[in-house]
DNA sequence: TTTAGCGTATTACTCTACTAATACACTAAC
DNA sequence: GTTAGTGTATTAGTAGAGTAATACGCTAAA
């Protein structure tokens, strides 16, 4: 289930993709699944229908899901796979932007890899 | 020497304080070296003297730069160490996405340090 | 053919961030 | 004291993002 955090600077409609996304992923929704109606989301999530049509519509762009006209939205097969993909592309950016600050410090690759390794420790990945 | 984007999302004035503090970071400008004053860098820049203030406001509140009242502002002794520190700081903060991300990728640490080792080889890190 | 349920289009309101115009107040040097 | 150089305060304009109200058009099923 979606939860709205009112008070986060996240655009709602930004919210309702990443927790759509999630839900995809980890397989809530399927291949070719119903998503819920524009305006049953709106209701339950307490929104305004545009809001959620926001997001399935950039949804939708991203090739995440589909519409059939007059019915409904479902997840296009492979999207889970996809999503992955661009989940990696996200962490990619992320490393780039670790590197271009790395190299306004001067820093070499293994001094880059203690800071992470460290910052991995922190956070208890295992 | 800095360089605006105009056509970028960031905000001019963000630009600038980022230009600065590289600036800072590289020894451009020393400890206690005064910086150029606002109209100054407002015509050569070719911007409204409030936005350069904006930045350079932003920077004393972060204990960057330092003002001497009816002469100008001055780079803080230690600020360049200041900076570093900041920088590490930003780091973590991608750290701590990319692991967000990995864990709603279910991946293991190994796997992580693999997707970044594969971005530090095609950014060429030494 | 009617109806209930879909997404869509249009319009407008609100809020915030950014930038700018202009006038002000302080300091140092002459 | 005047002047030229600092940063500061006030006010306003502009643009963009986000959200909502409302009405519209399509589809499937009764």
Chains 1, 2 share one sequence.
Do not use: C
Request: a neutral charge.
């Amino acid at each position: 289930m979606i939860r709205i955090n009112e008070s986060s600077p996240v655009p709602i409609y930004q919210q309702i993709i990443e927790g759509m996304q999630r839900e995809i992923l980890s397989g809530v929704f399927a291949a070719d699944d119903r998503l819920p109606s524009i305006r049953d989301l709106a209701i339950s999530l307490k929104v305004n229908p545009n809001t959620i049509a926001r997001a399935y519509q950039e949804m939708a762009n991203a090739g995440t899901i589909y519409f059939k006209r007059g019915q409904g939205a479902y997840v296009t097969p492979k999207s889970a796979d996809d999503l992955l993909e661009q989940a990696r592309a996200e962490m990619a950016k992320h490393i780039i932007e670790i590197i271009a600050i790395a190299r306004s410090m001067n820093l070499d690759r293994q001094q880059v890899r203690r800071i992470f390794d460290a910052v991995l420790d922190q956070q208890e990945v295992k």
